[in-house]
């Protein structure tokens, strides 16, 4: 439970695998929705319980066999990241309806995917298992909230950017503190150290806090504006 948390690993921006992980998002979000927009209401709502599961259940096993393995590792395998909690968001929602979880995960969710994919940054390890999920998982980030929006009508709150920007920065004292307390390269939401993948919006420490603050509150913005035109 002491051990030192694992190392990340980026892959080159722009290189073989990056294209490779690139290509398969954009490949299979839309197959996602497409195959959504053509099935039954009823249909329709097992696949999105399916998604559910799989964010769910895959966070279970994942902890489960780390604990099992004797080989859990605090300060790596805690789910603790951003993407990691938006993915646990993710499944909750699905059966769980309430809209504040929804604006949580249309936020942190599509931002978390968004920078995932363009610059990405394995925090785990780089098995088979983690590079699928990776994908998979930051995948769902995107669909989920943009699926109950086209298919559900969930709409945002006026404001809610805002809201949601106040509430992240309520976790980042709390992840603040679980890095302090867990030690061991403990470097949960990237706030002890910058994240190492080649994205021109990280500035370099300690002032990569502020950056991420502000690229929050842009960001917040932007998809607030997009989604209040298009779906209220």
Not at 25 to 40: A, C, D, E, R
Not at 53 to 72: A, I
Not at 195 to 214: C, K, R, S
Request: hydrophobic content about 50%; charged content about 10%; some cysteine.
């Amino acid at each position: 439970m002491d051990k030192t948390a694992i190392e990340h690993w980026a892959p080159q921006i722009g290189g073989q695998f990056w294209w490779g992980g690139l290509i398969f998002t954009l490949i299979f979000v839309p197959l996602m929705f497409f195959i959504g927009k053509n099935l039954s209401k009823q249909d329709r709502d097992y696949m999105l319980y399916g998604m559910g599961v799989y964010q769910l259940g895959k966070t279970f096993m994942v902890q489960m066999s780390h604990v099992l393995s004797d080989n859990y590792i605090l300060a790596t395998h805690l789910p603790l990241q951003l993407c990691a909690i938006s993915g646990i968001m993710a499944g909750v929602i699905v059966f769980y309806r309430k809209q504040m979880l929804f604006e949580f995960l249309y936020f942190f969710g599509i931002v978390g995917f968004i920078h995932s994919i363009l610059t990405p940054e394995f925090t785990g390890g780089n098995s088979y298992w983690n590079i699928f999920d990776y994908y998979v998982g930051h995948s769902m980030l995107f669909i989920v909230p943009v699926w109950l929006m086209v298919f559900y009508d969930f709409k945002l709150r006026e404001n809610a950017w805002w809201t949601s920007f106040l509430y992240l920065n309520f976790l980042v004292v709390l992840t603040i503190q679980a890095n302090t307390i867990i030690g061991n390269g403990a470097n949960y939401m990237y706030l002890a150290k910058a994240p190492i993948a080649d994205n021109p919006l990280v500035l370099q420490e300690p002032y990569h806090i502020v950056g991420f603050e502000l690229a929050a509150l842009v960001h917040f913005y932007v998809l607030y504006i997009i989604a209040r035109r298009i779906f209220n």
